[in-house]
């Protein structure tokens, strides 16, 4: 195991983290991140296979995790995974909702089944994690959520309202969750990727014209690799961040201010 040589505020030794969404792009990046930084993480998504591919690249990094597979949706599934992160480690420090899905559909054809099941994962999905880690957060008086946004939680875009919607939905998750929790000593704060190369956004990849299209309002030229993900979630996992509260930064090679 990799211990602190250094009070540099970046670290994270020792610390305990619960990953959503963990098993591939940004979660499983993000896993690796903070295991450089020094973290042990909890590891939650749908399919082990990919969780125990990101449990080995946590390892190969120097540090401990452990899978807990289930679908966030599922009400049974945060308090599990909290329950394993105490029996494991004793402890959790830093709660990063980042499971979500896509979806785009016209409004004329979304029907109620169809938008409960974008905001179940994208934002209820949040909600479940949030509550689940509160009573350790607040008996600790310390915790870091960081929950994953878009950019489309800024933009409208056409086809794409209960994404969208979920994603706003997050960002004033954060802001609220962030007011009521800073007193705690617990920081909420948020992140909207932009375009980053994962499974979720294939299609705009496999479409050069769109993807070009997209590209050519990225002021940056280019869209993010997973790993470019990594220091922004460090930073805000870590204490160099305590000071901020209930913001949401937009990692995404400048596409929401040009
Ligand atoms: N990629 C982008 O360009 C982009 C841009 C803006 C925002 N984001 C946001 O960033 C986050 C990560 O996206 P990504 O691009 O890394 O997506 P991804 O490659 O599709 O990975 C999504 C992860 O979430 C898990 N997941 C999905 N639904 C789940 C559920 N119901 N319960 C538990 N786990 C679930 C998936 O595993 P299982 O399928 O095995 O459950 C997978 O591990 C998402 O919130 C996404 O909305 C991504």
Redesign the pocket.
């Known amino acids: 195991m990799v211990k602190a040589k250094t009070n540099d505020p970046f670290r994270l030794d020792d610390k305990v983290a619960l990953i959503?969404?963990?098993?591939?792009?940004?979660?499983?990046?993000m896993a690796i991140a903070l295991a450089h930084a020094g973290a042990d993480s909890v590891l939650?998504?749908?399919?082990k296979d990919?969780?125990d591919e990101t449990a080995k690249a946590v390892k190969k990094a120097g540090r401990k995790a452990i899978v807990a597979?289930?679908?966030?949706?599922?009400a049974s599934?945060a308090p599990q995974a909290v329950a394993a992160a105490i029996r494991e480690f004793g402890r959790i420090d830093i709660l990063i909702?980042?499971?979500?899905?896509?979806h785009m559909q016209a409004i004329e054809e979304t029907d109620a089944d169809n938008w409960r099941a974008v905001l179940?994962?994208?934002l209820m999905?949040p909600f479940r994690f949030a509550k689940a880690c509160g009573e350790h957060f607040k008996a600790q008086k310390s915790g870091k959520v960081i929950n994953?946004?878009?950019?489309?939680g800024t933009f409208g875009v056409a086809e794409a309202t209960s994404?969208c919607t979920a994603?706003a939905g997050v960002m004033g998750f954060t802001r609220s969750l962030a007011v009521e929790w800073a007193p705690h000593g617990v920081q909420v704060n948020c992140i909207?990727?932009?375009?980053?190369?994962?499974?979720?956004?294939a299609g705009?990849f496999e479409n050069q014209e769109f993807y070009d299209n997209v590209v050519a309002g990225i002021p940056r030229g280019k869209?993010?690799e997973?790993e470019e993900i990594a220091g922004t979630v460090v930073y805000l996992c870590s204490q160099a961040s305590n000071h901020v509260v209930g913001q949401v930064i937009h990692v995404d090679g400048g596409a929401t201010i040009a």
Do not use: C, Q, W
């Open positions: 959503t969404g963990a098993g591939r792009g940004l979660g499983r990046a939650v998504a749908r399919r990919d969780l597979p289930g679908d966030v949706t599922d599934v909702n980042n499971a979500g899905m896509y179940e994962v994208n999905g994953i946004a878009s950019v489309l994404y994603k909207a990727p932009g375009l980053f190369n994962t499974d979720m956004s705009v869209h993010g997973p």
